[in-house]
C-alpha cells in the first residue's frame, strides 16, 4: 500500500466546508484513496472511495488530482458531528496476497469543527 | 448503525485471565475482522476471517486467537490477559474476500486491571 502524508490536525467552522488534504506521491496506477472517520472512541466509518475521477455520496465528495499525487476530502457544510479523525487510505481494490482486506490507518488528520 | 454488533462494550478482568469478544457481522457478509486500537499504536488490524476461514493475520499476539462460526459471528479470545492489553477492540465486516469498503462495530472497551 501507497504511504499516506496527512496534516495533524484541521479546524473549520460549522457550515463551512472542511477540506481534508491527503498526499500520496507514490501511489500505483491499480490502487484506490479510501477515507475513513472515527469520531471519539467510535468504530470507523467508511465513508467514500475513488480512483481518478471524482467522486461524490451523501456524506462528502473526492477530489483525485490528475497525477493522482495527492486527493482532498470535502464535507460541503461541516456540523459539530463531523468532528472526528479522518484517515486517508490508499490499496489496490480487491488486494490480494496475504493482505486481503487488512486496512492500515496512519494517524490521520485530527478535524475540529466549531460553532 | 452500521450494522455489525459486538458485546460486551465494557470488560473489566484482572491480569492473568481470559475473556472472550464476540462479533456479529452485517447480514450477509462473509468476511470478519479484529482490529485493536490502543493509546499508544493507534488502529492495527489482528485477523480477518473469510466464510469460516482464516485469511489475512497482522500483528496478533500468539495468546490471541479467533475463530468464525458457520453463522458467520465470530469470536477472539484473549487470554493470560496483560496490562497492555488494555484497549478497543474492533470487529468489522464486508461482503468479500478483498473488502477495502469495511464497516465496523461500535468495539469492545477491554480494561485489565
Known amino acids: 500500500d501507497a504511504k499516506t502524508t496527512q496534516p495533524p490536525s484541521m479546524d473549520c467552522a460549522e457550515g463551512r466546508a472542511a477540506n481534508l488534504p491527503c498526499n500520496h506521491s507514490t501511489i500505483s496506477g491499480n490502487e484506490y484513496v479510501y477515507w475513513y472517520r472515527q469520531i471519539h472512541s467510535q468504530g470507523p466509518q467508511y465513508i467514500i472511495h475513488g480512483l481518478k475521477n471524482n467522486e461524490t455520496n451523501e456524506m462528502a465528495s473526492l477530489i483525485i488530482t490528475e497525477d493522482r499525487k495527492s486527493s482532498t476530502l470535502i464535507l460541503p457544510h461541516a456540523t459539530l458531528r463531523d468532528t472526528a479523525v479522518y484517515y486517508c487510505?490508499?490499496?489496490?481494490?480487491?488486494?490480494?496476497?496475504?493482505?486481503?482486506?487488512?486496512?492500515?490507518f496512519g494517524q490521520g488528520t485530527i478535524l475540529t469543527v466549531h460553532p | 448503525d452500521s450494522g455489525v454488533t459486538q458485546t460486551p462494550k465494557h470488560l473489566i478482568t484482572a491480569t492473568g485471565q481470559r475473556v472472550t469478544l464476540r462479533c456479529s457481522p452485517r447480514?450477509?457478509?462473509?468476511?470478519v475482522y479484529w482490529y485493536q486500537q490502543s493509546l499508544d499504536q493507534g488502529l492495527q488490524f489482528l485477523i480477518q476471517y473469510y466464510n469460516g476461514e482464516e485469511r489475512a493475520k497482522g500483528n496478533i499476539l500468539e495468546r490471541f486467537s479467533a475463530q468464525q462460526f458457520p453463522d458467520l459471528h465470530s469470536e477472539l479470545n484473549l487470554s493470560s490477559l496483560e496490562l497492555g492489553d488494555s484497549a478497543l477492540y474492533f470487529c468489522?465486516?464486508?461482503?468479500?474476500?478483498?473488502?477495502?469498503?469495511?464497516?465496523f462495530g461500535p468495539g469492545t472497551r477491554l480494561t485489565v486491571t
Open positions: 447480514s450477509g457478509d462473509l468476511s
Open positions: 468489522a465486516s464486508s461482503p468479500h474476500l478483498k473488502g477495502n469498503e469495511q464497516y
Open positions: 487510505i490508499v490499496r489496490v481494490e480487491g488486494a490480494g496476497g496475504t493482505s486481503y482486506g487488512k486496512l492500515t
